[in-house]
T-cell receptor
Framework: AQKITQTQPGMFVQEKEAVTLDCTYDTSDQSYGLFWYKQPSSGEMIFLIYQGSYDEQNATEGRYSLNFQKARKSANLVISASQLGDSAMYFCAMRDLTGANSKLTFGKGITLSVRP | DAGVIQSPRHEVTEMGQEVTLRCKPISGHDYLFWYRQTMMRGLELLIYFNNNVPIDDSGMPEDRFSAKMPNASFSTLKIQPSEPRDSAVYFC????????????FGSGTQLSVL
């Protein structure tokens, strides 16, 4: 069964600094996708970045990058040059193909607070 | 595209009443998911559909919950009878097929059962 683990307590970072949010996962599948979503206080779920299990390069999307270490089954999100608007809940998620079906499993999330 | 549309945005009801949440997925998407979010349990997958067929409903808490997808553009999640512990934010999401495909989420329905 899929499992996503996010164990960090609430994280704090100074504005303009970088921060890493940890995520480990467990799956027996060879093909899977890893996703990060952001949920600000307004409640919407915002897609940030995607990493495929076969991708050799770490994914990047603007200030977001994913530190993907397949052997360690970790997919940490790195946010560079933090902004006040980055304060939110961050969820790591995994999607694989089990037979013909494909669902997205989320971790518990990490709260990030950016200090001015 | 208008994105995933959920209604209502907020629902306040009394214990024992029937509650129906609605979702319109993005046109062309094969998959539709219903999630529930609470502080204690985080984001839980309740049920998901592939081409209107329920695939996995193992996350549905109990028989009081039911979900349908009568066509590709509409789904409902029904709670009957509702209980205070059902209070949560319910998200609908849709996606194309494949593990590379991200989910697009609706704005959610904030349900309060008094």
């Amino acid at each position: 069964a899929q499992k996503i683990t996010q164990t960090q307590p609430g994280m704090f970072v100074q504005e303009k600094e970088a921060v890493t949010l940890d995520c480990t996962y467990d799956t027996s599948d060879q093909s899977y996708g890893l996703f990060w979503y952001k949920q600000p206080s307004s409640g919407e779920m915002i897609f940030l970045i995607y990493q495929g299990s076969y991708d050799e390069q770490n994914a990047t999307e603007g200030r977001y990058s994913l530190n993907f270490q397949k052997a360690r089954k970790s997919a940490n999100l790195v946010i560079s040059a933090s902004q006040l608007g980055d304060s939110a809940m961050y969820f790591c998620a995994m999607r694989d193909l089990t037979g013909a079906n494909s669902k997205l499993t989320f971790g518990k999330g990490i709260t990030l607070s950016v200090r001015p | 595209d208008a994105g995933v549309i959920q209604s209502p945005r907020h629902e306040v009801t009394e214990m024992g009443q029937e509650v129906t949440l609605r979702c319109k997925p993005i046109s062309g998407h094969d998959y539709l998911f219903w999630y529930r979010q609470t502080m204690m349990r985080g984001l839980e997958l309740l049920i998901y559909f592939n081409n209107n067929v329920p695939i996995d409903d193992s996350g549905m808490p109990e028989d009081r919950f039911s979900a349908k997808m009568p066509n590709a553009s509409f789904s409902t999640l029904k709670i009957q009878p509702s209980e205070p512990r059902d209070s949560a934010v319910y998200f609908c999401a849709s996606s194309s097929r494949g593990f590379t495909e991200k989910l697009f989420f609706g704005s959610g329905t904030q349900l309060s059962v008094l």
